[in-house]
């Protein structure tokens, strides 16, 4: 197992479209990081550079220390599993699993040690005998990983895994998916995803990208609680955080911001005395959204309601310059449509933003 390095990585596709530029990230061994961000920021084509099956432009991509740039995927030390699965559909479970040991003329006891304990693990054992074709989706992507796990990898490598599984069927092999990296913990893991679901619980860091590059880089917690711009506190959460413009005018261990719509909003961001009069955007998500008799936030007529069960979203009309504001408050609420609602929020929860980037970080 490994630490992955890469340094000032860039893709340009036929030597002009440039997708990526200068990502620098280390990986260390027994992390699993997810790659997150917009269709098309260059996920899978940064998952592809780390497998080998797509050329490195610019830059270094280092596995356990060596510069892999030129290695061929096969001699990596990584094993890709595919949104597709990719099976053998003429192949029993066991032979798929073997296939790659086969190749590499492994002794027969050692293949059958390896498929044993990927079996184990992955919860495959009466199935060794069957063929792909009579196996579930989310059994057929357990036999994708347990034919990558008998190969040892140094990294595994998932892109959109789950994908292709129903709601429920991907939430039990995200579990599952969760258990194995617990079962193996000395396992580098990069996994590419679109569900915010499976970046927050499985990563133990998450990369955001975003405009070829890295917007962010931390823990799940992190970048919910303390994104660094406007971009990753959007992207992070559902629905988006909301963002009020308006002005600094109380600075010191709390910042007073008068919002544009007449509000008053207060954050623990520390602010200096310099600060007065800065122009800002205020974040908050709609879920540290309070209602309350006293000082708001935010006055609005409920536009919208959408009752989930567990909570209740509210849609306010936009007022003045500011975007639409969304609540989400615990519980019930059908009754609320077309009434006035005052909300505030927790300061600890409330970020601020100027020039799209987050002042906590200055
Ligand atoms: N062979 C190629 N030639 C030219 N451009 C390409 C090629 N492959 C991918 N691209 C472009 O590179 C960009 C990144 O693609 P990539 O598939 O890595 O994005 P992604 O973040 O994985 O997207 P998605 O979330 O939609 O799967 C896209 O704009 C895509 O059109």
Redesign the pocket.
């Known amino acids: 197992m490994a630490d992955l390095k890469l340094t000032d990585v860039g893709k340009k596709?036929?030597g002009k479209?440039e997708?990526l530029k200068n990502i620098n990230l280390d990986i260390k061994q027994g992390e699993l990081v997810v790659f997150v961000?917009p269709?098309?920021?260059?996920?899978?084509?940064l998952l592809r550079m780390i497998a080998g099956l797509e050329q490195i432009t610019d830059g270094t991509l280092e596995i356990g220390g060596s510069v892999v740039n030129d290695i061929p995927p096969a001699q990596r030390g990584i094993a890709m599993v595919f949104q597709s699965y990719a099976l053998y559909p003429h192949m029993t479970v066991r032979d798929n699993m073997a296939f790659a040991m086969k190749i590499a003329k492994k002794p027969q006891a050692e293949i059958d040690a390896a498929i044993d304990k990927a079996a184990k693990i992955l919860q495959l054992e009466d199935y060794l005998d069957r063929l792909p074709k009579a196996l579930s989706g989310g059994q057929r992507q357990r036999v994708a990983i347990g034919r990558a796990i008998v190969r040892d990898p140094q990294v595994y490598l998932f892109d959109e895994p789950l994908s292709n599984l129903d709601a429920a069927l991907r939430v039990a092999t995200r579990i599952e998916i969760a258990q194995l990296k617990e079962a193996m913990p000395d396992s580098t893991m990069i996994y590419?995803t679109?569900d915010q679901v499976e970046a927050m619980t499985l990563a133990s860091r998450i990369v955001v990208l975003a405009n070829k590059g890295i917007a962010q880089v931390g823990t799940p917690l992190e970048l919910y609680e303390r994104p660094e711009n406007e971009f990753v506190a959007q992207f992070i959460g559902s629905p988006a955080m909301n963002l009020m413009s308006g002005e600094i005018v109380g600075t010191g261990a709390q910042t007073t911001v008068k919002l544009d719509t007449g509000g008053t909003a207060i954050s623990a961001v520390p602010t200096q005395a310099a600060d007065m009069g800065l122009r800002v955007n205020i974040g908050v998500r709609p879920e540290d959204m309070i209602q309350t008799d006293g000082d708001p936030l935010f006055t609005g007529m409920v536009n919208i309601t959408e009752a989930l069960g567990e909570v209740t979203l509210l849609y306010f009309t936009p007022v003045g310059d500011n975007e639409p504001v969304i609540a989400k408050l615990p519980g019930i609420h059908r009754d609320i449509r077309g009434s006035s609602v005052s909300l505030t929020a927790d300061p600890a929860k409330v970020q601020i933003f100027h020039n799209g980037q987050s002042l906590y970080y200055r």
């Open positions: 596709y036929g479209i997708v961000g269709s098309g920021c260059g996920k899978s084509t590419v679109h």
